[in-house]
């Protein structure tokens, strides 16, 4: 395993994050963003990135949570 395995292995662990990690995915899209926008834009851009990734999972729990309601609903309608 290497270094930076190590880390990736530990962060997730830290965070309590069941997750696989993609880390030459990410790597070169900080480095495309590092080299054709600014350096300082490639963390930024891969917080926002994860960022829209756990909204995107929160609006799932949200929609998924609402169909629930909205079939408990016309259960009870149609048992009335």
């Known amino acids: 395993m290497s ?3 190590d880390w990736i292995s530990a962060a997730k662990t830290e965070l ?3 997750l696989d ?3 030459s995915e990410l790597l ?3 480095k495309v963003v590092a080299h ?5 834009a490639a963390p930024l851009t891969a917080f926002l990135v994860g960022y829209a990734a756990a909204q ?7 929609v998924t949570v ?3 309601v909205f079939v408990r609903r016309l ?4 048992a009335t």
């Open 28 to 30: 070169d899209m900080t």
């Open 3 to 5: 270094i930076l395995d």
């Open 21 to 23: 990690v993609d880390v």
């Open 66 to 68: 609402l169909a629930q």
């Open 75 to 78: 259960e009870y309608r149609e």
């Open 56 to 62: 995107a999972v929160v609006m799932i729990i949200v």
């Open 16 to 18: 309590g994050l069941d």
């Open 36 to 40: 054709n926008v600014a350096r300082p």
